[in-house]
């Protein structure tokens, strides 16, 4: 079989125009794994968003957003890039929402006579709304695009080694420069979402300490997940015991997500004594709106404005040399594990 790689990230509208952020919203949110309610529900729910969470959205990426595009689609590029200089097999980039989109991507592969797709879900842990719907809408696209094409994917890597030694390495000279405290930010989902993807239906928030217990649940719980990142990272970089924690950012209406919420504790911390504050965001493997306006610009003037004095951020791990290599681990495996013997 003829074998291609496909990287598949969550998406960004085409353009800071208020109709272009509002298609992008609309997929997005639309989505069943996203907005997880019965269609008509969602619907409505979609329809009070999009009164006035375009023009909102436009001005913040307004705020970030470069000549050359949308920066999480340059830096994809850039990626995929550097990825197929480095392996010989067609790799392609797909955003889960509008372009460049799923189907072009499969069918670029086609064309090269790829009958089997290694998918590489460009989110390092599991979550319905990310993890998930990538994978389900590749699948869905293959069987209808190539009728039997066979799809291997990536499982989740966030305490991959090759991974967090990427991470530790491009943290490396901020930890080096100094810091009061390091906050590591994760992308927030709903509660609903963690206990929808417990198998059990009995584990994930069922104890305070349940992410610590094992259990077959913690294969698809998106919190344990981000704790086992934290762990690998902080010994590996190095990190003392007390001078970090873990918030979650970018929650969307009113249902409890998981806590503690970032902005809160971006408020909170210098009133605790942090002045001096360090934050990294390893659930996005690129920057995108969520790190770049969300914490870069929103956040800082929440700590600075609450009393902090010193507000830095590593960057995401972009198209650092050690990511590249990761990407290119796994798909070396790929091949390796699908040669013949």
């Known amino acids: 079989?003829?074998?291609?790689?496909?990287?598949?990230?969550?998406?960004?509208?085409?353009?800071?125009?208020?109709?272009?952020v509002r298609r992008y919203l609309n997929e997005f949110l639309m989505d069943g794994r996203v907005i997880d309610t019965p269609w008509l529900l969602r619907r409505f729910i979609v329809g009070m968003i999009l009164i006035n969470r375009p023009k909102q959205a436009a001005e913040a990426y307004k705020k970030i957003w470069p000549p050359e595009g949308s920066p999480l689609i340059v830096t994809s590029r850039q990626v995929q890039a550097k990825l197929q200089e480095r392996v010989t097999v067609?790799?392609?980039?797909?955003?889960?929402?509008q372009n460049?989109?799923?189907?072009?991507?499969?069918?670029?592969?086609?064309?090269?006579?790829?009958?089997?797709?290694?998918?590489?879900?460009?989110?390092?842990?599991?979550?319905?709304?990310?993890?998930?719907?990538?994978?389900?809408?590749?699948?869905?696209?293959?069987?209808k695009v190539v009728p039997g094409m066979k799809v291997v994917v990536q499982p989740p890597y966030g305490d991959a080694p090759d991974y967090i030694a990427a991470l530790a390495a491009s943290a490396a000279n901020h930890l080096e420069a100094g810091y009061g405290h390091l906050l590591f930010s994760f992308h927030g989902i709903p509660e609903r979402h963690l206990r929808q993807s417990d198998p059990t239906g009995r584990h994930c928030l069922a104890t305070p300490n349940c992410c610590?217990?094992?259990?077959?649940?913690?294969?698809?719980?998106?919190?344990a997940q981000c704790f086992k990142t934290v762990a690998a990272f902080v010994k590996q970089?190095?990190?003392?015991?007390?001078?970090?924690?873990?918030?979650?950012?970018?929650?969307?209406?009113?249902?409890?997500?998981?806590?503690?919420?970032?902005?809160?504790?971006?408020?909170?911390?210098p009133g605790r004594g942090v002045k001096k504050l360090l934050v990294l965001c390893p659930a996005f493997v690129s920057d995108c709106l969520e790190t770049l306006e969300e914490i870069g610009i929103r956040g800082r003037e929440t700590f600075l404005s609450a009393g902090g004095e010193e507000f830095a951020q590593i960057p995401c791990l972009n198209e650092h040399p050690l990511w590249i290599a990761a990407l290119e681990k796994m798909v070396r495996r790929f091949l390796k594990d699908r040669s013949p013997s």
């Open 1 to 20: 079989m003829n074998k291609g790689v496909l990287l598949v990230n969550l998406g960004s509208p085409d353009s800071t125009s208020v109709g272009d």
């Open 100 to 143: 460049p989109s799923i189907p072009d991507a499969i069918r670029k592969l086609r064309e090269r006579g790829v009958d089997e797709l290694f998918l590489i879900p460009l989110f390092p842990h599991y979550a319905m709304s990310s993890y998930e719907t990538a994978v389900v809408r590749v699948q869905k696209v293959a069987r």
């Open 212 to 223: 610590e217990t094992p259990s077959p649940a913690r294969a698809t719980c998106y919190r």
């Open 90 to 97: 067609p790799v392609e980039l797909a955003m889960r929402y």
């Open 237 to 269: 970089a190095g990190v003392p015991a007390g001078k970090f924690s873990v918030s979650f950012q970018s929650r969307l209406g009113r249902e409890p997500w998981l806590k503690p919420y970032t902005d809160f504790e971006l408020a909170g911390l």
